[in-house]
C-alpha cells in the first residue's frame, strides 16, 4: 500500500511473506515489524495511519490481514515462488 | 483448493489488434482536463494491492469459509475496491481515470505492458501482463494526430505524448518514451539511483481472465470502432 504524496514523498506498508516482516514508511521514517508489533503498532498508532493511508478499512484490514497470513501463505501464495522467495533470503 | 490446483491457475490475457485511430480524437484543448483528472486519481487513491486481500478476506469471515474457497467465486472489480478501500492496482487506477474521463467525453482504452519482472519465471507465467495502463488519441492540428499515453498505475501524474524520446518527470523519475512504433512502444523508467526499468505497452486491446475460473478482470469496454 503506497501513499504518494503531492511534494514526491512516498509512505508505504509491505509484507515479506519469507521473513514474517511487516515494513512501514511513514513520514521518513521505516521500520520493521514482526506480526505481533505490528499489530500493536497499527492500534496505537491508528489516528497517525489513518490520516497517512486514507483507508477507511485500514485497521480491520491489516488486522485481518495479520491474523491470517499463514492462511494467506498456504492456500494463495503460488508453491514455486514461496520457494523461491525463501532461497531469496536465504542466501541474502 | 490444493496447491497443485493453485499452481494450475493462470491469468490469461487475450487481445485484439487495435488502431489508435479508430479512438474517438480528444481536442487539444482538452489536454488540461485530462492532466487535471490524472493527477487526480495519482494523488488522491493509494496503489494499494492489499485491497484485494482484504476484500478477499472480509468475505472470507462473512461467509465463513476458507479463503481458497472464497477465492473460487471471489469476483474482483477493481473500481470498486479503488472507492472502498481509496486504493488499488494498476489495472483498477486506470479503470478508475478511464471512468472519470467518460465522464467528460473523453475516450481512452486500456492498454498492456508485458515483459518479465516478477521474481520467478512461474510468476510471470501467473500474471503475463506487467502493468496496465491508458491511451487516447489527441488531434494535435488540423492535420495530424498523438498518441496520448496515461499511467497512473505507474505514478506519473502528467500525460505523455508517444513520440521517440519524449520526456517527462514524475515524483523524482525520468521517463522516455523509446522505440515507439504503431504497435507498441518502450517507457524507459529512470530512477534517481540511475536504475532503469523498461516496459513494452503494446497497443493492442485487453481483456484478461484467469483461465481456471473463468473470471473476467476487467469490465467489458463499449465497442469503440
Known sequence: MTRQHKDGRRDFVTFDFPRRIFRVSVEGKTLDFDIENFKSYVLGNSEILGQVFRNPHFMEGFSAFADNVDSIKNELLLPEIQHILSEIWKSS | ?225
Open chain 2, 1 to 225: 483448493m490444493s496447491a497443485e490446483n493453485l499452481s494450475e491457475t493462470r491469468i490469461s490475457v487475450e487481445v485484439r489488434a487495435f488502431a489508435p485511430g479508430n479512438l474517438p480524437l480528444i481536442e487539444q484543448v482538452k489536454i488540461v482536463d485530462m492532466e487535471e483528472q490524472l493527477k487526480n486519481v495519482v494523488v488522491d487513491y493509494n496503489f494499494d494491492t492489499f485491497s484485494f486481500l482484504f476484500e478477499l478476506l472480509q468475505k472470507a469471515e462473512e461467509d465463513g469459509l476458507p479463503l481458497s474457497a472464497v477465492f473460487e467465486t471471489f469476483e474482483i472489480d477493481t473500481v470498486n475496491l479503488a472507492e472502498k478501500y481509496q486504493g488499488t492496482n494498476c489495472t483498477g487506477l486506470s479503470m478508475l481515470l478511464q471512468r472519470n474521463l467518460r465522464e467528460q467525453k473523453l475516450e481512452t482504452t486500456l492498454v498492456p505492458a508485458y515483459g518479465n519482472y516478477l521474481i520467478t519465471e512461474a510468476a510471470d507465467e501467473y500474471a503475463e501482463v506487467r502493468t496496465v495502463d491508458l491511451v487516447g488519441l489527441m488531434q494535435r492540428d488540423l492535420k495530424s494526430q498523438e498518441t496520448i499515453f496515461l499511467a497512473p498505475g505507474l505514478t506519473i501524474d502528467k500525460p505523455i505524448f508517444v513520440r521517440e524520446g519524449f520526456q517527462v518527470e514524475s515524483y523524482g523519475n525520468q521517463y522516455i518514451i523509446t522505440r515507439s512504433g504503431e504497435e507498441s512502444f518502450e517507457v524507459a523508467s529512470v530512477k534517481p539511483d540511475g536504475d532503469i526499468v523498461r516496459r513494452d505497452f503494446s497497443i493492442k486491446k485487453l481483456q484478461i481472465q484467469i483461465n481456471r475460473y473463468k473470471k473476467t478482470l476487467l469490465e467489458q469496454e463499449p465497442d469503440i470502432r
